[in-house]
């Protein structure tokens, strides 16, 4: 059995199934569907019915189960499920992903085809559900296990050298400001983590960051980390609203962390990025600024200064017409010294 052509969404979504001879010739039989998008089929255990999973529309984010005789008869809705689900190769069984507060496992649960609950069970991660096996009641199980280590190359040219173990896929993020070590992400035992490694093959130091830090950037200096999370971080002690993305400024030779503070009120965070470290007179006498933060708020564009205390201060206000010239799209900024 086989599922073809003709899918409108937006007007009459519908699909096409066939049941042809696997030896060949004419299909034994043909019907228009106007169930959605058919997204899976499979044959039911004894051989007379046809289980279909089917996408109503493109405005629905929810999924039905639906069995259809060989016979004769509409398709019989059997279930509705609002995320995706593994539906076993004779659709007997279904089993879903739950969720779970516990980050170290992940949860799932089988069930019938009609959405009556089996039993629960967890994996460790990494390891994720990929379907079920070819024996009745295996499952089968893997782990994503790329490993892409990381790697300095001479520009005038010469020998390729790595400088770690093959840990996990290594994502470089900076330089610090002399060029000898590289801040790069990478997963220890399972886990996201920050590393800074001497290009001269020397000792790696861990940088701990929280797990959930996005968008880490290293300050010119090497010294600092500007990074910024959503929600509540249990490892940080601190609340944040689900709805703001909040900055936080690391001191790696303290091993502090802060708050950078940001404008009150309805504020979206654009982006940042590190000062270069000329001389600046933005602050005379002060903290010299690391970093930089663009947000726009009440109809303009801020850019706010961020110092090696965690202090920010407002360093220019430009209008939305201003900033961006007719397209609606955000320029680029690039900041030298008092520039």
């Known amino acids: 059995a086989y599922i073809g052509g003709y899918h409108d969404l937006e007007e009459a979504p519908g699909s096409l199934l066939k049941v042809i001879p696997a030896t ?16 899976a089929v499979r044959w039911g255990p004894e051989g007379g019915n046809l289980y279909l999973f089917a996408w109503p529309s493109i405005h629905d984010d929810k999924t039905v189960l639906y069995r259809l005789s060989l016979e004769e008869g509409d398709p019989q809705r059997l279930s509705e499920w609002q995320d995706w689900i593994y539906l076993s190769p004779r659709a007997q069984y279904v089993i879903r992903e739950i969720p779970s507060a516990n980050r170290e496992d992940v949860f799932y649960e089988a069930l019938t085809v009609d959405g009556r609950a089996l039993a629960r069970f967890h994996l460790p991660r990494p390891f994720e559900l990929a379907g079920f096996g070819h024996r009745p009641g295996t499952l089968l199980a893997v782990r994503q296990d790329i490993v892409n280590p990381l790697r300095v190359l001479p520009v005038a040219g010469g020998p390729m050298r790595r400088l770690n173990e093959a840990w996990g896929y290594d994502v470089p993020l900076g330089w610090n400001g002399d060029g000898t070590e590289v801040f790069f992400e990478t997963q220890l035992n399972g886990k996201r983590a920050f590393m800074m490694a001497p290009v001269d093959g020397g000792p790696m130091r861990q940088v701990p960051l929280p797990e959930d830090a996005d968008r880490p950037d290293l300050s010119a200096d090497g010294r600092y980390l500007l990074h910024s999370m959503r929600g509540e971080s249990g490892s940080m002690g601190i609340e ?12 790696m030779e303290e091993q502090l962390s802060k708050r950078v503070p940001t404008p009150a009120g309805s504020y979206e965070l654009l982006y ?12 005379p006498g002060g903290a010299q600024p690391a970093f930089f ?3 726009e708020r009440q109809g303009g564009v801020e850019v706010h200064l961020v110092d090696e205390s965690g202090a920010s201060t407002l360093g220019w206000s430009l209008s939305t017409e201003q900033w961006t010239p007719g397209d609606g799209s955000f320029s680029n900024l690039a900041i030298h010294g008092d520039l």
């Open 293 to 295: 933060y663009v947000g």
């Open 24 to 39: 060949g010739g004419n299909p034994l039989m043909t019907r228009h569907l106007q169930i959605g998008l058919v997204t």
């Open 240 to 251: 944040i609203d689900n709805a703001m993305e909040a900055l936080f400024l690391f001191d």
């Open 272 to 283: 940042y990025g590190p000062l270069d470290p000329a001389p600046s007179e933005l602050e």
